[in-house]
């Protein structure tokens, strides 16, 4: 399995650390053909009672993960942008809590919903969309992904929706999704150049999305940082390979729901005789290097985007990030 390790809609940089995730763990249908020919076969990725088990499997690794901070005990249930978030998570809270998290509260996902393309080839990879006793009213939405039949299901992508955000999917008459291809031309942009695109769209602007809190309003946000005393510069990067790779859903309206990985740096730089601002301790858990004129922080993001027909602009839903390692200078 592939995991390129580098970096919630959060503006506060020391929320960023303290992203909350769930789910679970699936298994394939168990025929011949699947195990044979899965490569070829248009199959489901699995079915609905196999993705129900996996969803409390992955909930069961989850919460036992999070009340000891040992991200040991769900390593098999993460992967890509979520893996990487959880992780460093887990880390900071061991580092500051060893025996364990002091304000544990076991996650609870209920009124599941599952999406479940029909598709050929690797990965196979589904959709849980569920209620959850932390977030508010926002609906879970996590993607569970698996490179082959001898893994476990993974979560690699979760996001939190409003419920009238989530859109409605094309289904066949058995009631299975479409996967759409990375390369697809019928959309405003290819799911597999979304990554990139989004990176040089924060970095330059561009007509590709639509103004929003995670687009016009990110970019706003991240021209205001440099303030007297203290710069603050951006660098994003595409993240597409291995776990970390775009998958999009076919929407009933002929869009895409493309869920995407981006990663960024930010650093911040002092002038001489200031410092830079104090960080908290998830913050500092995570950090190399002593703070003396500058911290430059890594972070991996993970967005939800609504990918419409062409002629369209992308319309990102949903961001959750986290600060996966920071380096004093």
């Known amino acids: 399995m592939s995991r390129d390790r580098s970096p919630r809609r959060l503006r506060r940089l020391d929320r960023h650390v303290l992203t909350a995730a769930s789910m679970t763990a699936l298994s394939l249908t168990a025929s011949g053909c699947v195990v044979v020919h899965g490569e070829r076969e248009v199959l489901p990725a699995t079915t609905r009672a196999e993705a129900a088990k996996a969803l409390q499997q992955f909930t069961t690794a989850y919460n036992a993960a999070d009340k000891a901070y040992d991200s040991a005990l769900d390593a098999a249930h993460v992967t890509g942008a979520l893996g990487d978030i959880d992780a460093a998570r887990l880390k900071a809270g061991h580092t500051n809590y060893p025996s364990g998290n002091p304000s544990y509260s076991p996650l609870e996902l209920t009124d599941a919903k599952f999406t479940i393309p029909k598709k050929a080839g690797w990965p196979r990879w589904f959709l849980a969309d569920t209620a959850a006793n932390k977030g508010g009213s926002a609906r879970w939405l996590l993607v569970f992904t698996r490179n082959d039949l001898s893994e476990p299901w993974q979560v690699a992508y979760l996001t939190l929706l409003a419920p009238a955000a989530v859109p409605k999917f094309t289904t066949d008459k058995d009631g299975w999704a479409e996967a759409v291809p990375m390369n697809s031309t019928e959309l405003a942009v290819a ?87 104090a960080q908290n301790k998830d913050v500092q858990a995570l950090t190399t290097g002593a703070v003396q004129q500058s911290l430059t922080l890594q972070l991996v993001s993970n967005q939800v985007a609504l990918d419409p027909k062409r002629g369209g602009k992308v319309s990102v839903l949903g961001r959750i990030e986290g600060l996966t390692s920071a380096q004093g200078g």
């Open 191 to 277: 799911p597999g150049d979304l990554s990139k695109r989004y990176a040089t769209y924060l970095k330059s602007g561009g007509t590709d999305f639509a103004d929003g809190a995670h687009t016009s309003s990110w970019r706003a946000d991240r021209e205001k940082a440099t303030k007297p005393g203290l710069a603050v510069q951006f660098l994003d990067e595409p993240v597409t390979n291995g776990d970390y790779a775009p998958l999009a859903l076919r929407t009933a309206d002929g869009g895409a729901l493309v869920f995407y990985t981006t990663r960024y740096f930010q650093k911040e730089t002092a002038a001489t005789g200031t410092s830079v601002p």
